[in-house]
């Protein structure tokens, strides 16, 4: 099953990242203040077309993403009870579809050429103290790291499901959290062995 992208290569891997970058920073904000359902609902079904585009492993991809449901229901139903079965639907709309546009980016796009990207709007803050590489780091690991936890998941349920036959309890997923809390400080250790815990690490590398 595919983690860090998508194959075969499509059309979208050839985009440069600063355009998905932006088309996505850009698409995000148009997509927050709409609060028409219907709307939301076209937006959302031309993303999901750009995954049927990409055949069986678009339909793969989408697959991993069930975990996310029973969490939409749930905002979309608090929400509603406030403010109207429309306004539950709306915000659900609006957040699986910036999520699977994030995931159309992350999964076209490698992690060398996002921190390559990201690193030069950092650099702004240098004179503050932040590692360049370390935020951009950061931000595109956001991007890349949503779809191998729910990869993770989706493996742990069906192992699950096929040993007993049975829904998931709500252990297994106490047992999850504590993985990718674990995972986290994994990733935070490998980050400060090679340099990344300060901002002159490159520099230290250097001399």
Known sequence: MMIDGLA???WLHRVPAGFKLAGLALLSLLLLPIDDWRILAGA????????AGFGR????RLALLRPLIPLLVIVGGVQA???GWYAGAAISLRLLAMLLLADLVSMT???SALMDVLAPFFNLLRPL???PRKMALAVALVLRFVPVLLTRWRAREEAWKARTHRRVPVRLVAVFLADILQLADRVAESLDARGFDTPNANRQRKS
């Open 109 to 111: 796009t490698t992690m």
């Open 81 to 83: 009870l406030s403010g």
């Open 44 to 51: 959302l079904a031309i993303v999901l077309a750009i995954y």
């Open 8 to 10: 075969p290569k499509t």
């Open 57 to 60: 492993a678009g339909f793969e």
């Open 129 to 131: 103290g932040v590692n």
